[in-house]
Nanobody, 115 residues
Framework: QVQLVESGGGSVQPGGSLRLSCAPSLSLSNFALTAWYRQTPGKERELVATTATGSDIWYAAGVKGRFILSRDNVKNTLDLQMNDLKPDDTAVYSC?????????WGQGTQVTVSY
């Protein structure tokens, strides 16, 4: 079993920034894959950014150039720096890891971008 604790969500105006953090109960080095997803009501969960090693990072087209995914091996966190936020970024963001062939999700943290 893996527990994932997310933090850093909140409300911000368009153009603002937020930093999400995901703290797993095991070392990041244990995970074959780590990622952040997001979901809005009535829509399918969307992959935002993912990495296997921390250096090979994939971003969704809608966030590329604005979001930065990073793995902090000292703090043992998976972080998502979100810059130039837009109203369309409003969603519940969830951390994801793959461990021992199984998927694990965090509880989700709300990000709201509005005036």
């Amino acid at each position: 079993q893996v527990q994932l604790v997310e933090s850093g969500g909140g409300s911000v105006q368009p153009g603002g920034s937020l930093r999400l953090s995901c703290a797993p109960s095991l070392s990041l080095s244990n995970f074959a894959l780590t990622a952040w997803y997001r979901q809005t009501p009535g829509k399918e969960r969307e992959l935002v950014a993912t990495t296997a090693t921390g250096s090979d990072i994939w971003y969704a087209a809608g966030v590329k150039g604005r979001f930065i995914l990073s793995r902090d091996n000292v703090k043992n966190t998976l972080d998502l720096q979100m810059n130039d936020l837009k109203p369309d970024d409003t969603a519940v963001y969830s951390c994801y890891v793959a461990y021992d062939g199984k998927p694990y999700w965090g509880q989700g943290t709300q990000v709201t971008v509005s005036y």
